[in-house]
């Protein structure tokens, strides 16, 4: 039976407008259609990096560095204020890329006050993942294009491509070229933005090495030795590490139970790890919904955050796909491994009967 639905859907013209009427629903205040808009790209195979090795050998020092923090942490060579501060500041400035970057300034998934947004700015500046200009544009980049040659991280190209090759390796020309259609006239209408990605360079100095690693050092004496490779390497990049996975991992193993045309799978373990952005099926189906996961599903720290911040009244308009839309997706496109609508997906649709044409399932998704 489960061959039958995909030989209905295989007809690639049907599924694009199934996501575009999903897209076309969810984005009531005009997205732009930034997410989930298939073109039609792929992956050359025969395309040949070229690696920037200026990048490579930065990578390979930057990695070098945390593993001594590392060796400093287990060999309890820091002070146990310094175990706190690290993973305090790891877990916030985490906060500042899954709910900052990510689902209030890439998906604008809910709106915030200046105060939270500035915090969150802050925090985004702290994780050191560049600036929320650059970020957020190479993240609709990935949504708009995804997997093909187009997505600066396509996982088609192998886990560790889109872990972190990508940015040792030159653009994809795709890359280059698509980038330029992007619409970032939101944020550039934004000053907390621009002035954050005017004054880049200093504010990283500041708030991503020279605060996080003299704080230890004046507050509770901790060596400046000690608090360079704990506070800054080790922490730096163990959350690029946790903010990676969600661009190889999670784009390779898993379950697709609201759409097994995309890569992006259900995994746990990213979830663990990133604050709740491995429901990747779910978020690239649904890319709109704040809680990046059915009902914010578990190990979604960030989810129970953003409520937090709305029953404190600074976070607002927060936006869900409604239940209607996630069951009707979820039998039409799904891998049938929901718990729930996986086995309706067998009985309740018929799709190899040729009389269903698309203005009935337009009024079906409806
Ligand atoms: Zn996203
Ligand atoms: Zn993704």
Known sequence: MDDDISTRLEDESLHKK??????????????????????????????????VWKNAIGFLVLHLAAFYGLYLVLTFRIKILTYLWVMFLDLASGEGITMGAHRLFSHKSFKATFSLKLILVLLHTIAGQNCMY????????????????????NATRGFFFSHMGWL???????????????????????????????YY???????????????????????????????????????????????????????????????PAENKFVSLVSGGEGWHNYHHTFPWDYRTSEFGASYNVTCSLIDSCAYLGMAFDLKTAPFKMIEQRTIRTGDGSHPIYGMKKVKTYRWEDRNINELEIDEKVN
């Open 18 to 51: 199934l996501l575009d009427d999903d897209e076309n629903q969810s984005h009531p205040e005009g997205d732009k259609g930034q997410h989930n808009s298939m073109e039609k790209l792929g992956t050359d195979p025969n395309f040949k990096r070229k690696i």
């Open 134 to 153: 650059i970020w957020v544009r190479d993240h609709r980049q990935h949504h708009k294009f995804s997997d093909t040659d187009a997505d600066p991280h």
């Open 168 to 198: 040792m390796s030159r653009k994809h020309p795709l890359v280059i070229e698509k980038g330029k259609t992007l619409d970032m006239s939101d944020l550039e209408a934004d000053p907390l933005i621009m002035w954050q990605k005017k």
């Open 201 to 263: 360079k200093p504010l990283y100095l500041i708030m991503a090495i020279a605060l996080p690693v003299y704080i230890p050092v004046l507050v509770w004496g901790e060596t400046v030795w000690a608090s360079t490779f704990t506070s800054f390497f080790l922490r730096y990049v163990f959350l690029l590490h946790q903010t990676w996975f969600v661009n190889s991992a999670a784009h390779l193993w898993g379950t697709k139970p609201f759409d097994k045309y995309l890569l």
